[in-house]
């Protein structure tokens, strides 16, 4: 449902400070697009307004887009419109707030829908986020399907929520995990992951993009190969979704998490995307409100899809936001901000390479936005922190993969990552400042 405040031009301004909210596509079919396939980043800057700041005297340069992308104003003014106008608990009230809100929880729904190409809208569970989505196939999936003895196959260089949740399961039901092996340059051992198929294995479970190294996996081959040995298979796509286009029916995906908060929308929301005839024979995740259809002290009969899965009061002014997040980026384009990224990415692996004693981990031949490194032997904690004085924000330490970094043979990397506000001029920037942070030491 469209809501009121829809026609009513954000507190931010129009052509001089970022869009008005009901001319969300045509604006920036006209304001943030320099030439064909070429964002507009100058003009695109104007709508986060966290960018506009200064850290330590020097301009904000944002490069720690793959812990978190900053909001635009589009999504900021949703989330106060929301609180202010139609703030109200959904689906159970008679009245018109509840309406209102019931409504454009469930448009939010059809809205990720589309973007992943779901089959429909019941296949979205809103989560929490990627870590939630992936907890919830363990705990579910596991619980309904896996036996002692059963084996979980994951990958080398996963997040730790993607490790964990399994072992959890380990320790409980007894099941096995293996692990594919990686090569030097950070690409899945192919043959090796064929190998650890047997009569056990009863789901994969593999990142799509790598949030250290930037290796784009080959996911929809992977789950072609899980798929002849009957296996189901679980992406974490925490670092694909907002920088690629996902097809998660091209892909054959059986689940597929991800978060808002990657996706220029709130923290504290996500979605999980399953198959239905999956999701169908699953029991509940949590139990409580929402996701019952009868209780008794006797007996609980448990709603339909989506509903069995989303128990309590769900996010639904995050969701609702997260709807405005991809509004955004479904108007600039997803194969035109991965193509604004992938120069950006070649340009700054070209720059930083220059540097003296540079290490760049991880070099697979197909990447995504992310380029983790290190120099010499500054620890890069120290040069991260160097790095804030000269206001680039860049992430550092293990990034929550050590079972990655011990592979590699290093406690931890300086990553940098990039999203569709990001310019060359910073690449230069981040070249010139870890360079002159290197001739300190």
Same mark, same amino acid.
């Given at each position: 449902?469209?809501?009121?405040?829809?026609?009513?031009?954000?507190?931010?301004?129009?052509?001089?400070?970022?869009?008005?909210?009901?001319?969300?596509?045509?604006?920036?079919?006209?304001?943030?697009?320099?030439?064909? #396939?070429?964002?507009?980043?100058?003009?695109?800057?104007?709508?986060?307004?966290?960018?506009?700041?200064?850290?330590?005297?020097?301009?904000?340069?944002?490069?720690?887009?793959?812990?978190? &992308?900053?909001?635009?104003?589009?999504?900021?003014? %949703?989330?106060?419109?929301?609180?202010?106008?139609?703030?109200?608990?959904?689906?159970?009230? $008679?009245?018109?707030?509840?309406?209102?809100?019931?409504?454009?929880?469930?448009?939010?729904?059809? %809205?990720?829908?589309?973007?992943?190409?779901?089959?429909?809208?019941?296949?979205?569970?809103?989560?929490?986020?990627?870590?939630?989505?992936?907890?919830?196939?363990?705990?579910?999936?596991?619980?309904?399907?896996?036996?002692?003895?059963?084996?979980?196959?994951?990958?080398?260089?996963?997040?730790?929520?993607?490790?964990?949740?399994?072992?959890?399961?380990?320790?409980?039901?007894?099941?096995?995990?293996?692990?594919?092996?990686? &090569?030097?340059?950070?690409?899945?051992?192919?043959?090796?992951?064929? %190998?650890?198929?047997?009569?056990?294995?009863?789901?994969?479970?593999?990142?799509?993009?790598?949030?250290?190294?930037?290796?784009?996996?080959?996911?929809?081959?992977?789950?072609?190969?899980?798929?002849?040995?009957?296996?189901?298979?679980?992406?974490?796509?925490?670092?694909?979704?907002?920088?690629? %286009?996902?097809?998660?029916?091209?892909?054959?995906?059986?689940?597929?998490?991800?978060?808002?908060?990657?996706?220029?929308?709130?923290?504290?929301?996500?979605?999980?995307?399953?198959?239905?005839?999956?999701?169908?024979?699953?029991?509940?995740?949590?139990?409580?409100?929402?996701?019952?259809?009868?209780?008794?002290?006797?007996?609980?009969?448990?709603?339909?899809?989506?509903?069995?899965?989303?128990?309590?009061?769900?996010?639904?002014?995050?969701?609702?936001?997260?709807?405005?997040?991809?509004?955004?980026?479904?108007?600039?384009?997803?194969?035109?901000?991965? $193509?604004?990224?992938?120069?950006?990415?070649?340009?700054?692996?070209?720059?930083?390479?220059?540097?003296?004693?540079?290490?760049?981990?991880?070099?697979?031949?197909?990447?995504?936005?992310?380029?983790?490194?290190?120099?010499?032997?500054?620890?890069?904690?120290?040069?991260?922190?160097?790095?804030?004085?000269?206001?680039?924000?860049?992430?550092?330490?293990?990034?929550? $993969?050590?079972?990655?970094?011990?592979?590699?043979?290093?406690?931890? &990397?300086?990553?940098?990552?990039? $999203?569709?506000?990001?310019?060359?001029?910073?690449?230069?920037?981040?070249?010139?400042?870890? #360079?002159?942070?290197?001739?300190?030491?």
């Amino acid at each position: 449902m469209r809501d009121k405040n829809d026609a009513v031009p954000s507190r931010s301004g129009g052509v001089g400070g970022g869009l008005h909210l009901e001319s969300l596509e045509q604006g920036l079919s006209t304001l943030h697009y320099e030439e064909a #396939d070429t964002l507009n980043t100058e003009q695109i800057k104007k709508d986060f307004p966290v960018l506009r700041q200064k850290v330590n005297g020097h301009d904000l340069v944002w490069l720690d887009n793959g812990a978190t &992308t900053q909001k635009p104003n589009q999504v900021i003014d %949703k989330i106060s419109d929301y609180y202010r106008n139609y703030n109200s608990n959904i689906h159970r009230g $008679a009245h018109t707030l509840a309406a209102r809100a019931t409504d454009a929880y469930e448009e939010a729904r059809e %809205k990720v829908q589309r973007f992943i190409n779901a089959a429909t809208s019941e296949e979205i569970i809103f989560v929490r986020g990627t870590t939630e989505g992936i907890n919830l196939v363990a705990q579910t999936y596991g619980r309904q399907f896996l036996t002692p003895g059963d084996e979980v196959i994951v990958s080398t260089m996963e997040h730790h929520s993607n490790i964990v949740p399994w072992q959890l399961l380990e320790a409980r039901k007894g099941i096995k995990l293996r692990v594919i092996p990686i &090569t030097d340059h950070g690409e899945i051992c192919m043959d090796e992951y064929v %190998k650890l198929f047997n009569e056990r294995t009863r789901l994969v479970s593999v990142m799509h993009v790598s949030n250290v190294l930037g290796t784009v996996n080959p996911i929809k081959e992977m789950i072609r190969i899980a798929h002849e040995h009957n296996v189901p298979f679980a992406v974490d796509g925490a670092q694909s979704v907002p920088h690629i %286009k996902v097809d998660v029916q091209d892909l054959d995906a059986d689940f597929y998490a991800f978060s808002a908060h990657k996706v220029y929308g709130p923290t504290g929301s996500g979605v999980l995307y399953g198959k239905e005839r999956w999701l169908d024979r699953m029991p509940p995740y949590q139990g409580g409100g929402e996701m019952i259809q009868t209780v008794s002290f006797e007996r609980t009969t448990f709603n339909e899809l989506p509903y069995k899965f989303e128990a309590g009061t769900p996010d639904y002014i995050g969701t609702t936001a997260f709807a405005r997040a991809l509004d955004y980026v479904s108007a600039l384009g997803i194969d035109n901000i991965a $193509a604004h990224e992938k120069a950006l990415t070649d340009y700054a692996l070209q720059r930083l390479r220059e540097i003296p004693e540079m290490r760049i981990i991880g070099e697979a031949e197909e990447r995504g936005a992310v380029i983790s490194f290190n120099v010499g032997d500054i620890h890069p904690s120290d040069l991260g922190t160097l790095l804030d004085r000269l206001g680039i924000a860049v992430r550092t330490g293990h990034h929550c $993969a050590q079972p990655l970094m011990q592979r590699m043979g290093i406690p931890g &990397t300086v990553r940098a990552s990039f $999203a569709l506000y990001n310019t060359m001029e910073e690449v230069d920037a981040l070249v010139a400042a870890v #360079d002159r942070v290197r001739k300190m030491f």
